[in-house]
């Protein structure tokens, strides 16, 4: 499934799913929660239906995650600009110990 696919399949499902919660704010229509609830083996059967759903979900999770950290990637702009500046401040740092090397010794009276 292409990228832009997966996106309009999700968005399908949670625009499904925002209908639906409006429709039962409103009234529009209502789902049988109590009977639901009284009925222990429909009870158990949602909550492992949604216990295996959440797993699968953290799942794809975890693979995403670990797959781009795994993924070889070059620096970002900025970070290779962090970079420059690092090479810069260590160039700097190097001209001013040369500096300070050449210079002569100052006694402590004469400075400021």
Known sequence: MRPSRA???WAVIIAALLFVEVAELTRLFTLPVQSALGNLLSFVFALVFTTIL???GALFVGI???Q???SPGGF???EEEMLRMRKDVE???EDVQELRRR???TSPETRP
Do not use: D, G, W
């Open 7 to 9: 996106i309009a399949f």
């Open 54 to 56: 959440a797993l699968i």
């Open 64 to 66: 995403y995650i670990s």
């Open 68 to 70: 781009r950290m795994q």
């Open 76 to 78: 970002t702009r900025f």
């Open 91 to 93: 160039r700097i740092s």
């Open 103 to 105: 210079a002569p010794p």
